[in-house]
């Protein structure tokens, strides 16, 4: 049964980013809402050092159809803009109260408050508009593997909707570490269903078909991906570095643990006297170490918790390590 309470904060936070474009404000500390759907063409392609020079397609043709309709519709591209993101965060909500729903069905709904209100809050959600899509359809990525998981099942309809929401994910930034990332979680969630003996390898034979029409549904993307890795040569496409004496990656000293674990980095998109507020404030120091603290807490009580709920505490508790591992340069 659907709750009033996590259905309001669901509505009242992902209204925020249509507020913030009420004045034709920047979204984003990324790619600010293009003025018009032309600015986006000179993102249509990029111009590479292969083969004596190429284009490299980088799939910005969905976003830039959109704006251009919007325009033709003579629409407002900003105002267009505030309910794209204003969906897109609804679509984050409510998957991420789908997982609680499949998780914790047995706890009281405001508890799902939590976990809502820091997904939609994530500085991720409000970066460029086409980053969302990725962060937005996650947890519908998520959901039939964590069903998997808990439930011992998987149907075809979830498969086909597994990729339905895949599309819409990489829709418009197709990148390899976003593939990765929404293959890792599925990935890890099924090694740790047969490290815990709640997926048997009987039941992965069982279901050896929907696996494969997964990986035929989502051939597109994964294929062309694929290809480019067989064909990498560090001399042929050369590496992200910056030029100088240092040669380091392009985030050097930037994405370091302490960063992370604060779950922002200190360089915030604001003019110079709103950045030093924002960094010299101690609401935001204490509030941006939210997580780990969250996570150790959560440790002290493992053992107050009932078996059934334990296994389920441990998994969140490897996905949110691995991924502050991950985070880190």
């Not at 490290?195 to 035929?216: C, D, E, P, T, V």
Request: with cysteine.
């Amino acid at each position: 049964m659907i709750s009033v309470l996590p259905i309001l904060a669901i509505l009242s936070i992902s209204v925020l980013p249509s507020i913030y474009t009420r004045a034709n404000l920047a979204i984003g500390g990324d790619v600010m809402i293009p003025l018009t759907s032309s600015s986006l063409t000179k993102y249509l392609f990029h111009w590479v050092s292969v083969n004596n020079g190429e284009y490299f397609a980088i799939n910005y043709y969905p976003y830039y159809l959109i704006l251009l309709t919007v325009e033709k519709l003579n629409l407002s591209i900003y105002q267009f803009s505030g309910l794209l993101l204003f969906g897109l965060n609804l679509v984050a909500g409510f998957g991420i109260y789908r997982l609680c729903l499949l998780m914790f069905p047995s706890s009281k709904k405001y508890l799902y408050l939590p976990p809502i209100i820091f997904y939609l809050l994530t500085p991720a959600l409000f970066n460029a508009p086409h980053y969302l899509f990725s962060y937005s359809i996650l947890p519908w990525i998520a959901f039939p593997f964590f069903k998997f998981y808990l439930k011992r099942e998987i149907s075809t309809i979830d498969i086909v909707v597994l990729n339905l929401a895949l599309f819409f994910a990489t829709m418009e930034l197709p990148n390899p570490k976003y593939l990765f990332h929404f293959n890792l979680i599925a990935l890890l969630i099924i090694i740790y269903g047969l490290f815990q003996k709640q997926i048997s390898f009987k039941l992965l034979r069982k279901n050896l078909g929907k696996f494969a029409l997964y990986l035929f549904l989502s051939a597109y993307i994964w294929l062309p991906q694929l290809y480019f890795a067989a064909h990498y040569r560090p001399e042929n496409y050369g590496v992200n570095v910056k030029n100088g004496a240092l040669q380091a990656m392009a985030n050097y000293g930037v994405d370091t643990a302490g960063r992370i674990f604060k779950l922002h980095q200190d360089s915030v998109f604001l003019n110079y006297p709103d950045a030093l507020l924002y960094s010299n404030s101690k609401v935001i120091e204490i509030a941006s170490f939210i997580l780990p603290l969250i996570v150790f807490l959560s440790l002290l009580t493992t053992k107050r918790k009932k078996s059934t709920e334990l296994h389920k505490l441990k998994l969140l508790q490897v996905l949110t390590a691995t991924y502050l591992f991950f985070s880190i340069g």
